[in-house]
């Protein structure tokens, strides 16, 4: 299993500013991801995050306004750039190894006024 | 592409009955299956898992899930709920290609348990 941290746990942010969001595990992982859960709705993948590398988006999602790092096998940030309320979700950051199920942090919840 | 379906979106069971949630996949390999809850305000927490082998899974907090390739589905069971079991439940299937392991979700089952 895995233990993740993710900061922070909840935030009311003014539109067209941006917020960072950290995911910290308390083990080497091999892969990290971010998912957004819209209110009332299922996860949709963001992107997966590389490490030392650009990370690979999913369809509908693009870096500049997903920003994502991962400078080890430890750590990941997402920043939600320029944000308007239809970016209000919660943010939730997952970790694996290969062929195994993945483990979720508490999320961030997001509100944009 | 893989997709899940989850088609009941809210179920409402007394207390001590039995459950069943239903979750059907596409997916053109064999699947990696899983079932996840979500309680209010948390994180999701795995229940249970399928990757292989015996097709009747058993996961935490009573719940079981059977896999029938046939019907392209894998229902989450329990004989008896409590209460503490109400909460929004997701099922997943894992793309095992090799280096490009993401997971896809049903719209997930919101479960409501009454006295």
């Known amino acids: 299993s895995a233990v993740i941290s993710q900061k922070p746990s909840r935030d009311i942010c003014q539109r067209g500013t941006s917020l960072t969001i950290q995911c910290q595990v308390d083990?080497?992982?091999?892969?990290m991801f971010w998912y957004r859960q819209q209110p009332g709705q299922s996860l949709t993948l963001i992107a997966t995050?590389?490490?030392?590398?650009?990370?690979?988006?999913e369809s509908g999602f693009v870096i500049d306004k997903f920003p994502i790092s991962r400078p080890n096998l430890t750590f990941s940030t997402l920043t939600v750039s320029n944000m308007s309320p239809e970016d209000s979700s919660i943010y939730l950051c997952?970790?694996?190894?290969?062929?195994?199920?993945?483990?979720f942090g508490q999320g961030t919840r997001l509100t944009v006024v | 592409a893989q997709s899940v379906t989850q088609p009941d979106i809210h179920i409402t069971v007394s207390e001590g009955a039995s459950l069943e949630l239903r979750c059907n996949y596409s997916?053109?390999?064999?699947?990696?299956l899983f079932w996840y809850v979500q309680s209010p305000g948390q994180g999701l927490q795995l229940l249970l898992k399928?990757?292989?082998?015996?097709?009747l899974v058993q996961g935490i907090k009573g719940f079981e899930a059977e896999f029938k390739r046939s019907q392209s589905s894998f229902n989450l069971r329990k004989p008896s709920v409590h209460w503490s079991d109400a909460a929004e439940y997701f099922c997943?299937?894992?793309?095992?290609?090799?280096?490009?392991?993401?997971?896809?979700f049903g719209t997930g089952t919101r479960l409501t348990i009454i006295p």
């Open positions: 997916y053109g390999a064999t699947p990696y």
């Open positions: 997952s970790v694996k190894h290969i062929n195994t199920e993945a483990f």
């Open positions: 083990s080497q992982v091999t892969m």
């Open positions: 399928y990757f292989s082998g015996d097709t």
């Open positions: 995050a590389n490490q030392g590398s650009e990370a690979t988006y």
């Open positions: 997943a299937v894992g793309e095992t290609n090799f280096g490009n392991e993401k997971l896809t």
